[in-house]
């Protein structure tokens, strides 16, 4: 790898599960999205992944509270990829869709596959929590389609093996466009276990062409950064993954961990990818229209 591989750095602002009681830098308020975005950008940051939450805090699928929320992201700073998750667990698919149709974010996360999905304490001798997150085909390919339609491009989430074999079926069927953007999970209880061997074989079986990053969870994630760096991937980091630098010390912004995720990659000998170099590498055109045009009238814009 070299400085002619440039790195696609990806923050995950704010998840819908971990409070201010956990780290007390997580955004709430759209106010608080625009103030993070901005330090992510000036320290490298070309993708923002964003969870909704109400101002309260509470998680949120609303199309309002996206729309409030990429705004203020949007007024912030002069370009930026905008990703929305549409992973939950009890709400319904047509709900997740609502806000994609109605916002058209120019990236959408989709998990490709179900499993346990669980966090476990060694002090404990328990689980924390344990469910069942369920995505079975007929949703993703429900996903799929409506991305297709609306011009969106897909971020697959693999968090195991499986769920990498679960593409090359879905380019089969035509409903999955080449090329891929492809990102490997590692860190959950019940996906694969966070060790670079691991994300070697998750690299290795991605479909040829493809572009492919790590996201790791917890403190596990810096090893999975280096490990992804050093074998040509992107790499994503941010509060909703991780709140913690190398050294064990809480980060007091997403800017904080984009700085880190900046500097292990010149370390490597790569840089970091300009907004521009991004879209190129995951196949998304930027649209004519502005991106606050979009949001504000979509249907206009869709018309221009």
Sequence with gaps: MSVDDPVVITCSISGAIANRDQCPAIPYTPQEYGAEARRIVDEG????????????????????????????????VDDVIVNYSTGAIGVPVEKRLAYLRALRPEVAALNMGSMNYAKYSRARKDFVFQTVFTNPFDEIIEFLRAMNELGIKP??????????????????????????????????VGG???????L??????????????VIGISRDQWRLVAAALTIGGSIRVGLEDNFYLPDGEMARSNGELIAKARQMTEDVGRRPATVAEARELLGVPRRDVT???VITHPIEAAEA
């Excluded at 697959?156 to 769920?163: I, K, P, Q, T, W």
Aim: glycine share 10%; proline share 10%; net charge negative.
């Design 291 to 293: 991106r606050r045009d």
């Design 45 to 76: 940051g070309t993708m923002i992944h964003i969870h909704a939450r109400k101002p309260d805090g509470a998680p949120s699928y609303e199309v309002e509270d996206f729309r409030a929320i990429t705004e203020a992201i949007l007024g912030e």
């Design 155 to 188: 971020e697959h989430e693999c968090f195991d093996l499986g769920h990498v074999g679960s593409l090359p079926p879905l380019l089969d069927m035509g409903v999955l466009k080449p090329p891929l953007h492809v990102d490997c999970v590692m860190g959950v």
């Design 200 to 213: 070697a074989a998750m690299a290795d079986n991605v479909p040829a062409g493809s572009h492919w990053g």
């Design 192 to 198: 694969a276990p966070p060790t670079a061997r691991n």
